[in-house]
């Protein structure tokens, strides 16, 4: 995968609104190794930013007005500052709009700006398109504006604006890969405190790569099942009196059942024992080589396949077939109800493995997946 033709941008720009930008800020989209659903549960995760991004080409000024525009959409929206809260801004723009509204109460004063952004992160896929969106414009307004926020800072101003303004009650994960992504890591993130420490995840010494696999069944987090599994967690967390889920233990589990119904026990069976499933993999990747983790990647897609129920046909077809070509362990990734799988694989096997992935979509009847692998890269930055 590759990024945005930065210069390019710049001179886009410059062509829709009249002068150049002030700087271009780019911020990558993410895998998450493991982890599903346990972000807002503050439970662990272990995402890592990848070689996909969003680019933010940015200027400021002092019109009153926020202009918005993307390559990947006609037109231009704009909306004066003094009306910037939540429902002023709908669609896409409702997630770079609700980043300055969110800096704003952070002491990231922007008396006017005009963002044009570019991406390969595709949006939909379970890869964080909106993140890197939200994370592009937070670190550029930061920098052009000298304002004093940390990482830890803008991780929740970008998930403000996710939350309140774009409508999707997501956790800090997404954000957090973006923003605190080294090459060669994985981020162990803590949600609960915002804890973070690298974990090494260099795939290609040890002769693996990992690839994804983009169903092109798109999820929309602002609707549907991912708000319902969330108010699952939530049942769960009152019904067994707890600060959060990451509280309950695998051996509580067996007590908790007789105090939930069916549905909400297996919600919590999933995030309890994946909580324990990152906890695992960060000690398998610390001591040993990442082929190690192929039996909990298998095993986190069970857990939300069959306890969450997220995943989708595209989805288990993709894993399935994965398996049986010889990959090391596979499962979905991101929010489910569509968007990607990931395997691991041996450098030697991606051809067999993306071909075999290919032929079970085509046997099923579905749209030919996109197939490609991704790589452990930095966090956001300024590029121009």
């Given at each position: 995968m590759t990024v945005v033709d930065a210069g390019r941008l710049a001179t886009d720009f410059t062509a829709t609104f009249g002068d150049p930008p002030d700087g271009l800020f780019l911020a990558p989209g993410r895998v998450n190794l493991i982890g599903e659903h346990t972000d807002y549960t503050g439970g662990f995760v272990l995402p890592f930013a990848i070689d996909a991004a969003t680019t933010a080409a940015i200027a400021l000024n002092d019109s009153g007005r926020l202009r918005l525009a993307s390559r990947s959409q006609d037109g231009v929206v704009a909306v004066d500052l003094a009306s910037l809260a939540p429902g002023a801004v709908t669609g896409w723009a409702a997630y770079p709009a609700g980043v300055v509204w969110a800096l704003s109460a952070r002491g990231v004063r922007v008396e006017g700006a005009d963002i044009l952004v570019d991406s390969t992160v595709p949006t939909g896929s379970g890869l964080s398109s909106s993140a890197a969106l939200e994370c592009s414009v937070a670190v550029g307004l930061r920098d052009l504006t000298g304002v004093d926020i940390g990482p830890d800072e803008l991780v929740l101003a970008c998930q403000q604006a996710e939350n309140e303004m774009a409508g999707a009650p997501t956790g800090i994960m997404d954000q957090t890969a973006s923003l605190r992504g080294a090459a060669g890591h994985a981020v162990f993130l803590d949600?609960?405190?915002?804890?973070?420490?690298?974990?090494?995840?260099?795939?290609?010494?040890?002769?693996?790569v990992l690839l994804v696999v983009d169903t092109h069944v798109k999820h929309q987090h602002a609707t549907g099942g991912y708000a319902d599994r969330r108010r699952s967690t939530e049942a769960a967390r009152e019904a067994l009196d707890v600060e959060a889920l990451r509280d309950v233990a695998v051996a509580d589990l067996e007590a908790a059942a007789g105090r939930l119904d069916a549905v909400t026990f297996r919600r919590l069976r999933h995030v309890v024992t994946e909580n324990q499933r990152v906890l695992d993999t960060v000690a398998t990747l610390r001591s040993s080589s990442p082929a190690a983790i192929g039996q909990l990647l298998?095993?986190?897609?069970?857990?939300?396949?069959?306890?969450?129920?997220?995943?989708?046909?595209?989805?288990?077809?993709?894993?399935?077939?994965?398996?049986?070509?010889?990959?090391?362990?596979?499962?979905?990734?991101?929010?489910?109800?569509?968007?990607?799988?990931?395997?691991?694989?041996?450098?030697?096997?991606?051809d067999t493995v993306t071909e075999a992935v290919r032929g079970a979509f085509a046997?099923?009847?579905?749209?030919a997946p996109g197939v490609f692998p991704v790589e452990p890269a930095d966090g956001a930055r300024r590029v121009g």
């Amino acid at each position: 995968m590759t990024v945005v033709d930065a210069g390019r941008l710049a001179t886009d720009f410059t062509a829709t609104f009249g002068d150049p930008p002030d700087g271009l800020f780019l911020a990558p989209g993410r895998v998450n190794l493991i982890g599903e659903h346990t972000d807002y549960t503050g439970g662990f995760v272990l995402p890592f930013a990848i070689d996909a991004a969003t680019t933010a080409a940015i200027a400021l000024n002092d019109s009153g007005r926020l202009r918005l525009a993307s390559r990947s959409q006609d037109g231009v929206v704009a909306v004066d500052l003094a009306s910037l809260a939540p429902g002023a801004v709908t669609g896409w723009a409702a997630y770079p709009a609700g980043v300055v509204w969110a800096l704003s109460a952070r002491g990231v004063r922007v008396e006017g700006a005009d963002i044009l952004v570019d991406s390969t992160v595709p949006t939909g896929s379970g890869l964080s398109s909106s993140a890197a969106l939200e994370c592009s414009v937070a670190v550029g307004l930061r920098d052009l504006t000298g304002v004093d926020i940390g990482p830890d800072e803008l991780v929740l101003a970008c998930q403000q604006a996710e939350n309140e303004m774009a409508g999707a009650p997501t956790g800090i994960m997404d954000q957090t890969a973006s923003l605190r992504g080294a090459a060669g890591h994985a981020v162990f993130l803590d949600t609960r405190d915002q804890h973070s420490e690298q974990v090494p995840l260099d795939l290609a010494e040890h002769g693996l790569v990992l690839l994804v696999v983009d169903t092109h069944v798109k999820h929309q987090h602002a609707t549907g099942g991912y708000a319902d599994r969330r108010r699952s967690t939530e049942a769960a967390r009152e019904a067994l009196d707890v600060e959060a889920l990451r509280d309950v233990a695998v051996a509580d589990l067996e007590a908790a059942a007789g105090r939930l119904d069916a549905v909400t026990f297996r919600r919590l069976r999933h995030v309890v024992t994946e909580n324990q499933r990152v906890l695992d993999t960060v000690a398998t990747l610390r001591s040993s080589s990442p082929a190690a983790i192929g039996q909990l990647l298998d095993a986190s897609h069970a857990s939300m396949r069959d306890d969450f129920e997220i995943s989708c046909a595209e989805l288990d077809t993709a894993v399935d077939a994965a398996r049986a070509a010889g990959s090391l362990g596979a499962r979905m990734t991101g929010g489910g109800f569509g968007g990607s799988a990931i395997a691991l694989v041996h450098a030697e096997d991606v051809d067999t493995v993306t071909e075999a992935v290919r032929g079970a979509f085509a046997d099923a009847g579905f749209t030919a997946p996109g197939v490609f692998p991704v790589e452990p890269a930095d966090g956001a930055r300024r590029v121009g």
